[in-house]
């Protein structure tokens, strides 16, 4: 049978990939993709969900194969290090004559006090030793439809939704797979926590000045663990619609961070659930994923019928009789900017032209976008992780256009926080990359004296905080004094502007 490693390797090669390749898409080192082919380490929980993703296959495969390659290791390491038998010579008879005495007792009616003296509990007629039984399948009606049952180590466990009762592992016997991740929040108090425990994956909240522990997100890509009402990951997407029938909505794929190949998902959260919900993701048919999530701020509006990206279910089928034209929708610029966002991170099947709209779509809203909005798109708890990820996307951006930078021009007016040095940043880049470009589209905005001499000192500060001052420098004295590109007295005050500012931070050559 094929190793992990030896798998690995495979679909790497059919995939046109050398190990630098995948250890670049994996955001790991050449060296450990070669020593996950040649079997001498094993991905972590995380690279082969990540894995799985990548490749289009089963991470319970993948899964399998690393848990029969620990298990064939473990037993070769048992046999290798098993004491050898001590020499006949020095074998002791002591337990012979143990065992003889025992005989004998159980002869002459002596077991009780052999077992008073070797300390050995008999027992009682009147109490006899009894094997406990099984427990039993907790139902919906004890534990509420959001929560995931699995078969523990003694018995059926479950973990449900918001507040628990006692810390982690909340009463069950998970423990962690992986390094335990703590993170701050808004909270002084609140700290988030992150676990992977074998296939499934937590996210909690613990609030340490009430004692208090609150599961935000209980998650699986895994067969075995299932829904009070029975479905699990390979469930048929006709048992999903059996089960929760109209009470569940359709939802487009999902843009947070989701471990599973999906063409879209159910939700199933009614509204006196408040947001709580537990989500079906679906890939051809079948239940690629499953997670139970708790409500946010969003309340019972977080799974609200849309009809642009959620769609009600109606007698077992999805309506999209509804669905608003292209044009016509009413959205605000933070989904907007989120949706295209979640499009060019998740979808690996755009072509040309969609990468080319969605990318429109989020600069042209940077000027409208509500960044606190934008954040409370993302998943419950990772306010900061979704600013970022736009963050991220706009720094990866080169050879911006014309309409691209007057688009973040306009946003470095909508920043405010802790991301606001990062954008500061950006704009600090695109000056240096583009300076003409750059000028020429502050001087085209319209903008008042006071707000381009704002964006001005944004720009200056950016290039000192990106460590590009000196080439900044250079390019604004080049372009106001050298460059001959200025064409209206606007574009020169706006260069002068940039330049003088430059010119105030620390280090600049005077």
């Known amino acids: 049978m094929m190793t992990l490693g030896e798998h690995i390797a495979k679909l ?5 990939l050398s190990q630098e ?16 082919e040649k079997g001498l380490s094993y991905p972590d929980t995380e690279n082969l969900l990540a894995l799985a993703a990548l490749f289009g296959v089963s991470a319970d495969h993948l899964a399998g194969l690393r848990r029969e390659e620990e298990q064939s290791r473990a037993e070769m390491e048992e046999e290798t290090t098993a004491l050898p038998e001590p020499p006949r010579q020095r074998r002791r008879v002591w337990p012979y004559v143990l065992l003889a005495a025992v005989l004998l007792s159980a002869v002459i009616g002596l077991g009780p ?14 109490n006899p030793v ?14 509420g439809e959001f929560a995931l049952i699995w078969q523990g180590k003694e018995g059926w466990e479950f973990l449900r939704a918001g507040e628990q009762t006692g810390d982690f592992p909340f009463g069950t016997s998970l423990a962690p797979s992986e390094l335990e991740t703590v993170t701050d929040t808004d909270y002084r108090a609140v700290k988030l926590h992150e676990v992977s425990c074998g296939a499934l994956r937590l996210r909690y909240t613990v609030n340490g000045e009430e004692n208090a522990s609150r599961l935000l997100e209980v998650s699986t890509i895994l067969s075995g ?11 048929s997407e006709a048992a999903v619609l059996s089960e929760y029938g109209d009470a569940l909505v359709y939802c487009l794929k999902d843009s947070g961070e989701v471990r599973c190949r999906h063409d879209f998902y159910y939700a199933y959260s009614p509204e006196d659930a408040f947001g709580t919900a537990v989500l079906f993701y679906i890939d051809g048919g079948t239940v690629s994923g499953l997670t139970i999530r708790a409500g946010d701020d969003r309340g019972s509006e977080a799974f609200q019928v849309d009809h642009t990206s959620i769609f009600p279910v109606v007698n077992g089928l999805v309506d999209f009789t509804g669905r608003a034209e292209p044009g016509r929708e009413s959205t605000s610029s933070a989904k907007s900017v989120y949706v295209a966002l979640s499009a060019l991170l998740t979808d690996q099947n755009l072509s040309a032209e969609e990468t080319y709209r969605h990318r429109q779509t989020i600069y042209e ?14 998943p419950a708890g990772e306010d900061t992780e979704t600013q970022q990820s736009l963050l991220q996307y706009l720094e990866s951006q080169t050879a911006l256009s014309t309409h691209e930078i007057s688009g973040l021009q306009g946003g470095a007016f909508q920043v405010d926080g802790w991301y606001a040095t990062w954008y500061s940043i950006l704009l600090g880049r695109a000056f240096a990359a583009a300076p003409e470009q750059y000028v020429r589209c502050m001087a085209d905005a319209g903008r ?10 944004i720009t200056a500060h950016g290039c000192e905080e990106g460590q590009i001052l000196p080439e900044a420098a250079e390019a604004a004295r080049e372009l106001y004094f ?15 502007e940039i330049y003088e500012e430059i010119q105030k931070m620390p280090g600049t050559n005077q």
Not at 130 to 143: C, G, H, L, R, Y
Not at 365 to 378: E, T, V
Not at 484 to 493: D, I, K, P, S
């Open 12 to 16: 790497r090669r059919e995939a046109g």
């Open 21 to 36: 390749g995948l250890a670049e898409q994996m955001g790991v080192s050449r060296q450990a993709v070669s020593k996950w």
């Open 113 to 126: 006090y052999l077992a008073f003296m070797l300390n050995i509990k008999m027992p009682s007629i009147d």
């Open 130 to 143: 009894t094997v406990p039984a099984e427990t039993e399948k907790p139902a919906a009606a004890d534990i």
């Open 225 to 235: 663990y299932e829904t009070p009402r029975g479905i699990e990951v390979g469930s």
């Open 365 to 378: 809203n940077l000027p409208l976008l509500d960044w606190q909005a934008f954040a409370a798109l993302g």
């Open 448 to 457: 008042s004296y006071e707000e381009d001499q704002m964006l001005a000192i």
């Open 482 to 496: 050298h460059s001959g590109a200025l064409r209206t007295e606007q574009e020169e005050r706006c260069a002068k």
